[in-house]
Each structure stands twice: as C-alpha cells, then as structure tokens.
C-alpha cells in the first residue's frame, strides 16, 4: 500500500515543472496586478509631493479616500440612480436582443430586413441620437434608460444571434431526422449551443450599460439631490473640486469592475459542467 502512494505521490520532472509553472501562474495573477497598481498609486501621491501641486489640479490618492468618505450620503445616493438605470437598461436589453435574435434565427428574411437597423443605433454615436430622443421623450428617467439601452442593446442581439446561428449542422440535420420540431430544435439545441456567446455578450453589455447611464446623464444635464454621478463630476468641475471629481471617477470604475466581475462569475457558474471554457479554467 506504501510502495503504491509513494509511487502516486512521486511526479515526472516535467509534469513536477508544469505544476509549478501553473501555481506560480495562479498567485501571479493576482499578485501582480495589486502590486502594478499600489505602484502606480504611490507614483501618483510621489508626482502631488515633488511637484507641489495642489489638491484642486491633482489631489493626492489619501485626499480622494477622505472625500469619498466624507462625500459618501451624496455620491453613494447618486450612485444608486446610476445603478438604477444601469441595470433596467440592460434588463431590457436582454429582453430586446435575445427576443429579437430568436426572430432572426427563426427567419433569414426577418434577420436580412432589421439587422441594419440596429447596426445603425450602435454606430451613431448616443450624443448625436440624444437631441431627437430629448424632444420626443418628455419623462427623464425614460430618456437616461433610453439611451443607455441603445448601448448596451448590439452586443446582446449580435453575440446571441451569431450563437443561434453556429449551431452544428450535423445535429440540426440529426434533430430534423427525428422530427423535431422548429421549436423543439430552438429550445433543446439552438439556445444551449448559443448560452456561451449569450453570456460573452451580456459581459460587454454590463460595462457598456453602465458607460451608457454615465453618458446619458452628461448629455442630458441632470442635477438635483436625485441626479446620478455623472452630474456630481460635472458639478465637481464646475466648482474646481477636483477631489470629489477623482472620488466619483473612482466610484464609476469600481462599479464598472464589480459589475464585469460578477457577470463573469456568472457566465463561469453556469457553463462550468459543460463547456469547454469552464473545463479549460477548472482543469
């Protein structure tokens, strides 16, 4: 019984080198990027104190933690109107683009007459489409989700219509062969052979909804006590309160990590059992 353990435990050099190759691999990622960026927030604070600059052209890394903390009610407040608006737009553009490729995966002419049109919202830019959104649009809400809608819309609609549509031949033929149904065909074969490009479109469109809110807020002026974080920088420009600027530019980019980093938490949870991506990052 000893002999045979030992001889389990005992690993070829090679396979011994690529074991460690890997753990090093795992601890790096992590490692490194914290210290790039502890290095990089220490070269910040060094360039405020060698160049005497003040704290209202580049305040220093520990002033920008003292607002943000200080600042917290206001700019966590406006940071849940962002939020809201963030995830109700990209609620309905999972509604809109996966219906709307099932539409397309079920008719070549449906997906030929109204594809164009939607690679035509994601190319216009937002602040050119929001004036006629201003004037036909009276509720503000309705305006912000609108806009960060079109943005996040293109990357759910064309990820999952071209998952739809990479389906194996071989196994549409099989399905028909049986008698499958266009339907039975859509929800038994299509659909799971499409979840993994759904999922690497809803990851873009995660970021892209939050940049979308930010940016509809920018162009459409809010202000207010129940206006989101884009009108605390404007305001924070405005008044050369350039700390308060740093902390909601900060407070944008953790919510941006956050949010990228629980979709793919997700996406991991659920392909993990089946698809080669998963296997590949648990192996």
């Known amino acids: ?80 109107v962002t939020l809201k608006i963030t995830f109700l737009s990209l609620a309905l553009a999972i509604l809109g683009g996966v219906g709307l490729a099932v539409l397309f995966a079920q008719s070549k002419w449906v997906e030929m007459s109204f594809f164009p049109f939607a690679v035509i919202l994601q190319v216009t830019p937002i602040v050119a489409i929001f004036p006629l959104i201003n004037i036909y649009v009276d509720n503000q809400t309705a305006k912000l989700l609108l806009c960060a809608w079109i943005v996040a819309f293109f990357p759910i609609l064309s990820n999952t219509t071209l998952g739809l549509n990479s389906v194996d031949r071989n196994l549409r033929d099989l399905f028909q062969l049986n008698g499958a149904t266009r339907w039975q065909e859509l929800w038994h074969l299509r659909l799971p052979a499409a979840m993994p490009y759904f999922l690497g479109g809803l990851k873009i469109a995660g970021g892209l909804s939050l940049i979308g809110a930010v940016v509809a807020e920018f162009v459409a002026g809010t202000s207010g006590q129940a206006s989101g974080l884009a009108s605390r920088i404007i305001e924070a420009g405005y008044r050369l309160n350039a700390p308060r600027l740093f902390a909601a530019l900060i407070l944008i980019s953790l919510t941006g990590i956050v949010i990228f980093l629980a979709l793919s938490l997700l996406s991991h949870l659920i392909l993990r059992r089946w698809h080669e991506s998963a296997l590949k990052q648990e192996a």
Request: aromatic share 8%; with cysteine.
């Open 1 to 80: 019984m000893t002999a045979i353990d030992n001889r389990s435990v005992v690993l070829d050099p090679e396979e011994a080198r690529r074991v460690r190759q890997q753990r090093l691999e795992k601890i790096g990622s992590w490692v490194l990027p914290l210290a790039i960026m502890v290095l990089a927030v220490w070269f910040w604070d060094r360039i405020c104190v060698w160049n005497d600059i003040p704290k209202y052209i580049l305040p220093r890394p520990g002033v920008v933690v003292q607002t943000l903390q200080d600042d917290a009610p206001l700019l966590f407040s406006s940071l849940l």
